[in-house]
């Protein structure tokens, strides 16, 4: 069975970073895009960052110059580093892989890490 699973949410006053992880066991099928989402409460889910299999990379405006998106093949991780964090990064983060080379459709998903901006 394939699982993710994230780590390195938590409390950070704005202006603060953090760096999220996604460890990834597990063969995946069709690996074309893995990929970073957040939920903030009463909110629909959004895609934040993107990385395809040639280690192309895509972002959301509202992230864009302050999140960056990468992948260590070798460790089957999955980062997410945050700069420049506001109050309105604040929500549940979740990362997902087995997407497809559009990155929709994901196959897999991890349980989510949480993360406040204050």
């Known amino acids: 069975d394939v699982q993710l699973v994230e780590s390195g949410g938590g409390s950070v006053q704005a202006g603060g970073s953090l760096r999220l992880s996604c460890a990834v066991s597990?063969?995946?099928?069709?690996?074309?895009?893995m990929g970073w989402f957040r939920q903030a409460p009463g909110k629909e889910r959004e895609g934040v960052a993107y990385?395809?299999?040639?280690?192309?990379?895509s972002y959301a405006d509202s992230v864009k110059g302050r999140f960056t998106i990468s992948k260590d093949s070798a460790k089957n991780t999955l980062y997410l580093r945050m700069n420049s964090l506001k109050p309105e990064d604040t929500a549940m983060y979740y990362c997902?892989?087995?997407?497809?080379?559009?990155?929709?459709?994901?196959?897999?998903w991890g349980q989510g890490t949480q993360v406040t901006v204050s």
């Open positions: 990385i395809k299999s040639d280690r192309s990379t």
């Open positions: 997902a892989a087995g997407g497809s080379w559009y990155c929709a459709d994901f196959s897999y």
């Open positions: 597990g063969a995946t099928y069709r690996n074309y895009c």
